[in-house]
């Protein structure tokens, strides 16, 4: 089921086209990464679907029960700058926070002290914000944004100034969110989370999508059968091996490129015969590979790639 249709929407400021012809939909219970460049057109898709600005053409419909009157209300943004009054105290501020979104201060009570508990940061909850650290104040926001129980979340750049520890706890409230059947955009620059938590993802370029559909189909497309090698013996001479297009040294193994008439089997053949193998693999590409690939392309003036 559906929870949000952007159907043709076109967004300019003066003669900049920032989105241009934009389609996507979003199914409740997945996590969604919107992804592309600096500039791409990411911040005025959100701005647009949380109706701060408006398309010059298209539709953003909400769907999946969402009233269209009352849709801010159930949706939960985090932005990428935070947006937190410095002067109040977190018990206050997260009080304020939800009574906008429509949560009286007698129901989010509750909800307050166990975020709080959660994030492990109840015993600072009648410090003002401008005494926390900075991944403190993130924890925070990041507990307003879902404080209201929101069917759909947008989050940019959720991460900034977390540790590893308050990072893995952050993803496993959004997979919990994705659970019960929330919705989730997820807008981030850091690849290696996106392939960790997203189910599809679209990429922008200069406003428009160039590629987009489930994750998993997409690194599918892109695979270009390249090897991971690691030897337990001496190395051999790579350059004496058929069939090997290309390679690199990376950490503790090779990638390989084969060539396009390469048999796998054969290199593998080939290797065996000159020294011992700890490893060998076929390796998909990660996402910011394909990343970097496809937006190189459309730079040199290639056509798009979906």
């Known amino acids: 089921m559906s929870t949000l ?31 592309g460049p600096n500039g791409a057109g990411k911040t005025t898709t959100i701005r647009m679907i949380m109706n701060i600005i408006i398309p010059d053409q298209g539709n953003i419909v909400f769907t999946d029960k969402f009233d269209n009157q009352a849709n801010r209300d159930q949706i939960g943004y985090l932005p990428e700058e935070r947006g937190l009054y410095k002067k109040m105290k977190i018990r206050n501020l997260l009080t304020f926070l939800a009574e906008i979104k429509g949560v ?5 009570k509750a909800r307050i002290d166990y975020w709080l508990k959660r994030f492990d940061l109840i015993d600072w909850i009648d410090k003002k914000i401008e005494e926390l650290s900075r991944g403190m104040q993130q ?11 929101p069917r759909l979340i947008i989050l940019d750049e959720p991460f900034t100034g977390l540790d590893p520890v308050n990072t893995d706890l952050i993803k496993s409230v959004i997979l919990e969110c994705k659970q019960r059947g929330d919705t989730i955009i997820f807008s981030t620059h850091l690849m290696d989370q996106v392939e960790k938590l997203c189910d599809s993802i679209c990429l922008i370029n200069q406003g428009k999508a160039v590629l987009k ?22 190395e051999p001479d790579l350059n004496d091996i058929k069939y090997i297009k290309s390679y690199k040294k990376v950490h503790d193994h090779f990638e390989i ?38 937006v190189t392309h459309i730079k040199k003036g290639d056509n798009d790639r979906e």
């Open 257 to 294: 490129t084969p060539s396009e008439q390469a048999n796998i089997q054969d290199i593998l053949k080939q290797l065996i015969e000159r020294t011992s193998i700890n490893r060998f693999e076929i390796v998909e590409p990660s996402l910011h590979d394909i990343f970097v690939e496809t």
């Open 5 to 35: 249709r952007i159907e043709h929407v076109y967004k300019s400021f003066d003669d900049i086209s920032a989105v241009h012809d934009l389609n996507l939909e979003l199914h409740a219970g997945t996590i969604f990464g919107l992804l």
């Open 213 to 234: 559909g489930n994750l998993k189909d997409i690194k599918k497309n892109f695979r270009k059968n390249n090897l991971a090698v690691q030897f337990d013996g001496a």
């Open 139 to 149: 924890k925070v926001q990041f507990i307003a944004t879902i404080l209201h129980e």
């Open 104 to 108: 009286k201060p007698s129901a989010s």
